[in-house]
């Protein structure tokens, strides 16, 4: 199925660090969410974004949605080792037969070294 | 409150079976979908039911259905288990309307022998 371009596929940085990853589409997108998920549990929402421009953050954490609404990223500043896990993109269009549909990018996989 | 709850956690069936997965969603959410995710595919819709309808529906074949209950909580059933139907199965909650949060349960583990 159809996926998000999300980039990097994986991160190996240290603490204390900043990391960005971002994903973008050929398609608009009306609401961006931003995902973490550790190994066997579900996705925890971390941020949503609802209009294109929007900058949001939420501690550490700073994501925007793209001005021409294809893309959005993600920022962690001052990593700490906790914040290892995946982190997925999601966008979701509007309306009509897009409810509840959430288009998913492949996934960032974070490690942190102490 | 309560998040988005789902049972069972792990199960293990074997092929040619069928198996039914439940999903309770936030208290005050309409909306319930359903989503499978595995290594190869990432993570994709299967679909989606909002005051007991299906209105969206991905590219899975037929064996996947579901439902949803007047009180919201929602069933999704698979037939004739393969083996690639091995996954964690999501259930997403959400209000139902557009530019609305929608927040994942922690998924059923399905193992397919």
């Known amino acids: 199925g159809q996926q998000l371009n999300q980039s990097p596929q994986s991160m190996f940085i240290q603490e204390g660090e900043d990391v960005s990853m971002n994903c973008t589409s050929s398609s608009i997108f009306n609401t961006w969410l931003w995902y973490k998920q550790d190994p066997g549990e579900g996705p925890v929402l971390l941020i949503a974004l609802y209009k294109a421009g929007e900058l949001t953050s939420n501690g550490r954490l700073t994501a925007q949605f793209g001005i021409t609404r294809k893309d959005s990223f993600l920022n962690i500043s001052a990593s700490i080792p906790s914040d290892v896990g995946i982190y997925f993109c999601a966008g979701e269009r509007a309306g009509g037969t897009s409810y509840g549909k959430l288009t998913f990018g492949q996934g960032t996989i974070l490690t942190v070294h102490p | 409150k309560a998040g988005v709850t789902q049972t069972p956690r792990y199960l293990i069936k074997t092929r040619g079976q069928q198996v039914t997965l439940s999903c309770s969603p936030i208290s005050g959410h309409r909306s319930v979908s359903w989503y499978q995710q595995t290594p190869g595919q990432g993570l994709q819709f299967l679909f989606e039911y909002f005051s007991e309808t299906q209105r969206n529906k991905g590219n899975f074949p037929g064996r996947f259905s579901g439902r949803q209950f007047s009180n919201s909580r929602s069933e999704m059933n698979v037939s004739t288990l393969e083996l690639g139907d091995s996954a964690l199965y999501l259930c997403?909650?959400?209000?139902?309307?557009?530019?609305?949060?929608?927040?994942f349960g922690e998924g059923s583990w399905l193992t397919v022998v």
């Open positions: 997403a909650s959400s209000s139902g309307v557009s530019g609305n949060t929608i927040y």
